[in-house]
């Protein structure tokens, strides 16, 4: 079973700065892409940013300049810095993992779409 853990969420005021992580399990051998999305009380889920294995990102337009993505693909491992944080960054941050290969017997599995358990961002004005 593929776990995906994610750390770093808490509450920062306006113009603050977080980092979150995000850290897959060891059954893990590859990930393809990477991302976080976040989801605001009453809002539907949105994609913050994306990384692929092979350094491709993809920003959401309202968090450009503000966050960067990163990831270390040895750890299997996807990182989130946000600095220039606004109110309306709050939100439950989820970690996505796609296309995942994975431990299997009797040979690796590829697995799509797995989600961490989310951390909660909060910015205070």
């Known amino acids: 079973q593929v776990q995906l853990v994610e750390s770093g969420g808490g509450l920062v005021q306006t113009g603050g700065s977080l980092r979150l992580s995000c850290a897959a399990s060891?059954?893990?051998?590859?990930?393809?892409?990477m991302g976080w999305y976040r989801q605001a009380p009453g809002k539907q889920r949105e994609l913050v940013a994306t990384?692929?294995?092979?350094?491709?990102?993809h920003y959401a337009d309202s968090v450009k300049g503000r966050f960067t993505i990163s990831r270390d693909n040895a750890k299997n491992t996807v990182y989130l810095q946000m600095n220039s944080l606004k109110p309306e960054d709050t939100a439950v941050y989820y970690c996505?993992?796609?296309?995942?290969?994975?431990?299997?017997?009797?040979?690796?599995?590829?697995?799509?779409?797995?989600w961490g358990q989310g951390t909660q961002v909060t910015v205070s004005s």
């Open positions: 996505n993992a796609d296309q995942l290969w994975v431990v299997a017997e009797p040979r690796p599995k590829l697995l799509f779409g797995s």
């Open positions: 060891e059954s893990v051998l590859s990930i393809n892409r």
């Open positions: 990384i692929t294995d092979a350094g491709t990102i």
